[in-house]
């Protein structure tokens, strides 16, 4: 069994920061890219951040310079840093991983979201 928690969301005016964790657990025996992604009411899942097992980067073009992707590798966890934010980054937040496990499958994995609000 494999899971993916969230923590961090809430409620935050607007140019406030958040800072989103996701821990992944269970059985595999290593972890890709892992990534961010957001769900506003409405609309589809889109793609926040995304970074690779060796620290590479990739941003949505609304996310570069108030968002910012890491990971620690021994702790298996993904963090979002989310400074200047806006209304209209209202969403829920999904973290996402690839993980391989024992018998060298990989699978793409999702956590089960955390809201983020942010007031004007």
């Known amino acids: 069994q494999v899971q993916l928690v969230e923590s961090g969301g809430g409620l935050v005016q607007a140019g406030g920061s958040l800072t989103l964790s996701c821990v992944a657990s269970?059985?595999?025996?290593?972890?890709?890219?892992m990534g961010w992604y957001r769900q506003a009411p409405g609309k589809q899942r889109e793609l926040v951040a995304v970074?690779?097992?060796?620290?590479?980067?990739t941003y949505v073009d609304d996310a570069k310079g108030r968002f910012t992707i890491s990971r620690d590798n021994a702790k298996n966890t993904v963090y979002l840093q989310m400074n200047c934010l806006k209304p209209e980054d209202k969403a829920v937040y999904y973290c996402?991983?690839?993980?391989?496990?024992?018998?060298?499958?990989?699978?793409?994995?999702w956590g089960q979201g955390t809201q983020v609000t942010v007031s004007s």
């Open positions: 996402s991983a690839a993980l391989t496990n024992y018998s060298g499958r990989l699978a793409n994995y």
């Open positions: 970074i690779t097992s060796g620290g590479s980067t």
């Open positions: 269970g059985s595999y025996i290593r972890i890709g890219n």
